[in-house]
């Protein structure tokens, strides 16, 4: 579609952004109820009970994606027509999303089979997230393969609202650009199937996205901390984008290196300090232990995982999936019994006193580490890993492990390519995909008669020396006496 128009129609005011326009074809899409639902799903669960400002909704943060998103794309030069359809993608990405936001999520992704044996399966999930420490992952730009994970569910809605398709063939019907597909790739970070629209997808999913930018942004604006702050301008003057290996590539410029490391030095801190908390950790494990709980009972507004993604495919003009809102758990958790799961009972009748599991005489491991090796040294010396080791003992441990960053320098990178490739059988088609996918999810540094680089390459940045630096926060929490 040729000349295509951005024209606004309406506006919003938002406590981050100021005010953000929007158009016809979103104004429509506002309005509908499947996307008003957002309202009722706060982006960080039940951290506003110990950061009481933290009320901003799923709602607001899309909107504050979409707004984003089409400051960089403008800042990129793309055309009118691809500003709409990521404009649609930023405004869409999070409209499947569950139930108290990661909460829910994390419950039916990985779904215990004894959803009431609750401290053994704690134990044996952070010993396996630990035992996952040997080798950095290299699935970049990668679909995740678990159908529960959100932008799955969103692609679903998507796919399967009449009023939404609608909406769009009705103002973008013209466009062979923006069409469900390609709103859906961008959202699920799919580079493979339309490599036309690799560059948009990278605005909505990769290391330093539209969705991260708003996100901590807005969570440190709602929670009063000042982790989020962050040089928006200047970052989106330091944008560019090039090729390599024939597929687009989004990027900084050199001077916008200390950009990319301030939005990733805030990014852990905002980790570290606010999701991380420690009320905020155990306040979150009881509610999405008592979710597994509420998902394996009929009595519960949860339904079962096969039954919600029929939901999902059957919510047109019904009202099951409008009503899987943070409302669920609160109803869920006043009326359903536990009946035979004590751990559940104790959790049950905590949160509904808004009260909370309290650490341990062992209080806490917090360290910083650059393998394996090192945090199990360390570890294997305190008694909330030995306890940790031990089913029988009555403690909650809550494990949280992080970076700086994803990326990984090119040399490390290459050896692990090669050492996945003499395991796995990697075909040299699948190992240049990687090396392009590396460079599209990660921070690219672009200079002018150079090949692109990314950040934790580049001497001039932090990422060169941190990028091995992960932190392990291991915590016990006790049972009430």
């Not at 509904?352 to 090192?374: H, M, V």
């Not at 995909?433 to 150079?450: A, C, L, N, S, Y």
Request: charged share 25%.
């Amino acid at each position: 579609m040729s000349g295509y128009d951005i024209r606004f129609v309406d506006k919003i005011l938002d406590n981050v952004h100021g005010f953000i326009e929007y158009t016809a074809v979103e104004k429509e899409i506002i309005e509908l109820p499947v996307f008003k639902r957002l309202q009722s799903i706060k982006q960080l669960s039940l951290t506003n009970w110990i950061f009481p400002g933290a009320e901003h909704t799923r709602f607001i943060h899309s909107l504050g994606v979409m707004y984003i998103a089409d400051q960089m794309a403008i800042q990129l030069n793309y055309t009118g027509e691809e500003r709409q359809l990521v404009r649609l993608a930023g405004l869409l990405h999070d409209i499947g999303h569950y139930p108290l936001s990661h909460v829910g999520e994390q419950a039916y992704k990985s779904l215990p089979r004894d959803p009431e044996n609750i401290l053994v399966n704690q134990k044996h999930k952070v010993q396996n997230s630990l035992n996952g420490l040997d080798h950095p992952s290299l699935d970049y730009m990668q679909e995740s393969p678990n159908p529960f994970h959100h932008e799955h569910i969103t692609r679903e809605v998507i796919r399967h609202d009449e009023d939404i398709i609608r909406i769009i063939e009705k103002h973008c019907g013209g466009s062979s650009l923006i069409q469900i597909d390609n709103i859906c790739d961008i959202i699920t970070g799919n580079v493979e199937r339309n490599p036309g629209i690799s560059g948009l997808v990278q605005l909505i999913h990769s290391e330093l996205d539209a969705d991260r930018i708003d996100y901590i942004m807005r969570d440190a604006t709602f929670s009063g901390t000042s982790y989020g702050g962050f040089e928006l301008g200047l970052f989106l003057r330091s944008l560019a984008r090039t090729r390599y290996q024939d597929a687009e590539i989004i990027g900084v410029h050199s001077k916008g290196i200390s950009i990319a490391d301030q939005f990733l030095m805030n990014r852990y801190f905002s980790y570290t300090q606010v999701f991380f908390n420690r009320h905020v950790a155990i306040l979150e494990f009881m509610a999405r232990s008592l979710t597994e709980v509420f998902i394996s009972r009929n009595t519960s507004e949860y339904p079962s995982p096969d039954v919600l993604l029929q939901y999902v495919k059957k919510h047109s003009g019904k009202t099951e999936f409008l009503y899987f809102t943070d409302r669920a758990f609160w109803d869920s958790l006043h009326h359903v019994s536990m009946g035979y799961s004590p751990y559940a009972d104790i959790f049950q009748e905590l949160l509904l006193k808004y009260q909370e599991l309290d650490l341990t005489e062992n209080r806490e491991i917090s360290i910083t580490f650059n393998s394996k090796e090192e945090l199990m040294k360390r570890l294997e010396e305190h008694p909330i890993y030995q306890n940790l080791l031990d089913d029988a003992c009555e403690t909650v441990p809550i494990l949280h492990l992080g970076n700086f960053t994803g990326q990984l320098p090119r040399e490390v990178f290459c050896r692990e390519l090669e050492r996945l490739g003499n395991t796995s059988g990697l075909t040299e088609g699948d190992i240049r995909r990687m090396k392009i996918r590396r460079m599209q999810e990660g921070i690219t540094v672009i200079e002018e008669g150079k090949a692109p680089s990314l950040l934790c390459d580049s001497p001039a940045s932090l990422m060169s020396g941190l990028y091995s630096t992960r932190f392990c926060i291991l915590r016990e929490y006790g049972l009430p006496r």
